[in-house]
DNA sequence: CGGGATCCGAGACGATACTG
DNA sequence: CAGTATCGTCTCGGATCCCG
């Protein structure tokens, strides 16, 4: 695999002390005002995008099984959420044209990808739950609950 | 049935209606709308949780140098994204009272374990960056551009 | 059932000015 | 340097109505 978005350098531009940045090899530096990789980033992590992807990581659901799902989600903003996952190559739709209509949501092998490390962390949120809710009560003691 | 009566139940988790949760033993459901790590989990991914996080991962750093770590934050959103990030217990914050003024953050042990996690799904996310962006032209090019 | 279109309020966000 | 306060903008997101 080649990475397309790869500057050709030519040899005397390249001047060998590039110290200033530490470059760490990434093509999409997400760090970047303006990566592209920061919007799919907020695709994924936003409200809508973690739980919708980590609903459908368990297997392929229609839209509105999704809806009672991720709970509290409007029609508006499930709909809008899955065009922008399935843009980006995450989800995959694929409608029948029967009678109710039927839709059905999966995830591409890149959404599985992601999703897997959107699980791990959301997982690992959830577990923690605990001290955090711990700290906030220290946090809001301290500091008078602002 | 692990249906253990005696799991550690938190008194800030009150509301228990388990009878059509069944799939895992997980005190803290994000996908329920009242869950409280719902709230965790958006400002550990919110857009400027997410790249705090994975910019205090390399290290600590003070307000300044976090500033320019992630590129276009405002003053403002990086101070609200850090007091959130500490009071949920997942950033230190370490003045120390010279002159001129120097505070430290840092992740705490927790942090870092959450952190971890999304650093693998931001760099996931960066390296897939190229078929993203494929599916992106896919799409616009089926659907008109909208 | 599976959405799109529209309205509108709340909150996110940025720029600026000010403090310690 | 490390923030807080205030203000204006602008997007997010819910409610509602509508269609195939």
Request: negative net charge; charged residues 30%; proline residues 4%.
């Given at each position: 695999?080649?990475?397309?978005?790869q500057?050709?350098?030519?040899p005397?531009?390249?001047?060998?002390?590039?110290?200033?940045?530490?470059?760490?090899?990434?093509?999409?530096?997400?760090?970047?005002?303006?990566?592209?990789?920061?919007?799919?980033?907020?695709?994924?992590?936003g409200?809508?995008?973690?739980?919708?992807?980590?609903?459908?990581?368990?297997?392929?659901?229609?839209?509105?099984?999704?809806?009672?799902?991720?709970?509290?989600?409007?029609?508006?903003?499930?709909?809008?959420?899955?065009?922008?996952?399935?843009?980006?190559?995450?989800?995959?739709?694929?409608?029948?044209?029967?009678?109710?209509?039927?839709?059905?949501?999966?995830?591409?092998?890149?959404?599985?990808?992601?999703?897997?490390?959107?699980?791990?962390?959301?997982?690992?949120?959830?577990?923690?739950?605990e001290?955090?809710?711990?700290?906030?009560?220290?946090?809001?003691?301290?500091?008078?609950?602002?």
């Open positions: 695999m080649d990475s397309a978005a500057t050709a350098v030519t005397a531009q390249a001047s060998a002390d590039a110290d200033d940045r530490d470059f760490d090899a990434l093509a999409f530096d997400v760090f970047a005002r303006n990566c592209p990789s920061r919007g799919t980033l907020e695709h994924v992590t409200r809508w995008g973690a739980l919708t992807l980590g609903a459908l990581h368990e297997g392929s659901l229609r839209f509105n099984e999704l809806r009672r799902r991720v709970d509290g989600v409007s029609e508006k903003m499930l709909s809008q959420t899955l065009h922008a996952l399935e843009r980006d190559g995450l989800v995959h739709r694929e409608a029948q044209p029967t009678n109710p209509p039927r839709v059905d949501y999966t995830l591409t092998p890149l959404g599985h990808e992601v999703s897997e490390r959107l699980l791990s962390l959301i997982v690992c949120v959830e577990e923690r739950m001290d955090v809710l711990r700290a906030r009560a220290r946090y809001d003691e301290t500091r008078g609950a602002r």
